[in-house]
């Protein structure tokens, strides 16, 4: 079994500030790990993966996320928020395994002060 | 245009009706999947396809159903709507590590 949970639902930062969303995973077997982004009204779009590779990776519009088995977990950051960053972030995992399902925190957003 | 596709993007029904909600990917991916959202539950599976003819349910399949007799299309009918199966609902295609969603239903049930 697996499971996600992402430490807190509502995360408000200032423009230009280090945005840090957590994440930690419980999975039976070594996972694939994601980090979705949804805009308002849209659908979820991939920021991010881990695929048993580099520990530290780099997504796009700055964000990365580094793995650490140890203390199970998988965040988010980008060293610089900007107002286009407002939206909600969802960590998800997936086994390595044939297990195709994905199962996702309860997101968290993210508000921008200007 | 290739992707994946829901429609409709908006449905309001009544308490009782039978709805579905149509999935369509043009990559021939083998996995399909239909999640629902929630404030507060993130995306909940309800259920899933391994190929056309095989689906199981997931975390929350009660009240819902699938088929999915060709590989690019994966309809989620509710029976008898509810209003608590009032969600937004997102269809999902994956052929290897990743996972490409729809735009996702706002469906409500009144």
């Known amino acids: 079994a697996q499971s996600v949970t992402q430490l807190g639902s509502h995360v408000s930062v200032s423009e230009g500030a280090l945005v840090l969303l957590r994440c930690n995973y419980s999975s039976s077997v070594p996972p694939y790990l994601f980090w979705y982004v949804q805009y308002p009204n849209q659908g979820l779009q991939l920021l991010l993966k881990?695929?048993?590779?580099?520990?530290l990776v780099k997504g796009i519009n700055g964000f990365e996320a580094e793995f650490k088995k140890s203390e199970t977990s998988f965040h988010l950051t980008k060293p610089s928020a900007h107002m286009s960053d407002a939206a909600e972030y969802f960590c998800a995992v997936s086994p390595e395994t044939n297990d195709y399902k994905l199962s996702f925190g309860a997101g968290t957003t993210v508000t921008v002060r200007a | 245009d290739a992707g994946i596709t829901q429609s409709p993007r908006y449905k309001i029904t009544e308490t009782g009706r039978q709805v579905t909600l149509m999935c369509h990917q043009t990559w021939s991916h083998s996995y399909m999947f239909w999640y629902r959202q929630d404030l507060g539950h993130g995306l909940r599976l309800i259920y899933y396809?391994?190929?056309?003819?095989?689906?199981d349910k997931g975390e929350v399949p009660d009240g819902y159903v699938v088929s999915r007799s060709k590989t690019e299309n994966f309809p989620l009918t509710l029976e008898s709507a509810t209003r608590s199966q009032t969600s937004v609902y997102f269809c999902a295609s994956r052929g290897g590590v990743l996972a490409f969603f729809g735009q996702g239903t706002r469906l409500t049930v009144v």
């Open positions: 396809s391994a190929a056309a003819d095989i689906t």
């Open positions: 881990y695929t048993s590779a580099a520990t």
